[in-house]
Structures are given as C-alpha cells and as structure tokens.
Nanobody
Framework: QVQLVESGGGLVQAGGSLRLSCAAS????????MSWFRQAPGKEREFVAT????????YYADSMKGRTTISRDNAKNTVYLQMNSLKPEDTAVYYC?????????????????WGQGTQGTVSS
C-alpha cells in the first residue's frame, strides 16, 4: 500500500524559508506524478507544485513561482518542497499527494494518495 509521510513544517518569520519532505513507500513511483497542496483554515485545498517522478519536469502555482522549488531523490523515495520568501498568507497545512499517471493535474480530486500533512506557520 502507498504511504506518504510529510515532515519539515514549523514556525518561521516572514521572509524566511521552510524545506518540507515527503517520504513515499509501498511501491515503485517511477510512473507517478507527485505534488504538494496546502490548506489554510477556512479555505479550500489549493495546488502548490508538482513533479513527474521519472523525468523530473515541474510545474508551479502562480503564487509560488520564483520562490518555490520541488525536487525528488530517487534513492530515498523522497519529494521535497523548498519555500523561500515566505509570507503570513503562506500559513497552512501542507500535504503531499501522489497520482499514478503522468498527465498534468492541479486539482486535489485528481490525486489518489495523500499524506497527513505538516503545519507551516509564518509570523509577521
């Protein structure tokens, strides 16, 4: 069975950085698309970034471009999200998601597997 476990969240001041990790296990992810979503209190879950596991091509939400990098380490079966220049509005629970198809997908209902999330809080 697929398991996704996020880590790396915490409290950071505005302008600071967070590096989130998603440890994936249960099967080969060579044909998977891996993504990060986030959900702030009272708001819908929104797309952050995505990467194709095998090829490494990436795509980012407009609000994250220029200050976010998604990457993966095949040997560790881990996906990372590096976020810089953080703002208070970036405060959210960040989720790792997996989809066993390579086509571009930015909606949460297009993903089959989810982690439990990690809290990122940005203070002003």
């Amino acid at each position: 069975q697929v398991q996704l476990v996020e880590s790396g969240g915490g409290l950071v001041q505005a302008g600071g950085s967070l590096r989130l990790s998603c440890a994936a296990s249960g099967r080969s992810f060579s044909s998977y698309r891996m993504s990060w979503f986030r959900q702030a209190p009272g708001k819908e879950r929104e797309f952050v970034a995505t990467i194709i596991w095998s090829g490494g091509s990436t795509y980012y939400a407009d609000s994250m471009k220029g200050r976010t990098t998604i990457s993966r380490d095949n040997a560790k079966n881990t996906v990372y999200l590096q976020m810089n220049s953080l703002k208070p509005e970036d405060t959210a629970v960040y989720y790792c998601a997996a989809r066993p198809r390579a086509g571009l997908a930015v909606r949460s209902d297009e993903y089959d597997f989810w982690g439990q999330g990690t809290q990122g809080t940005v203070s002003s």
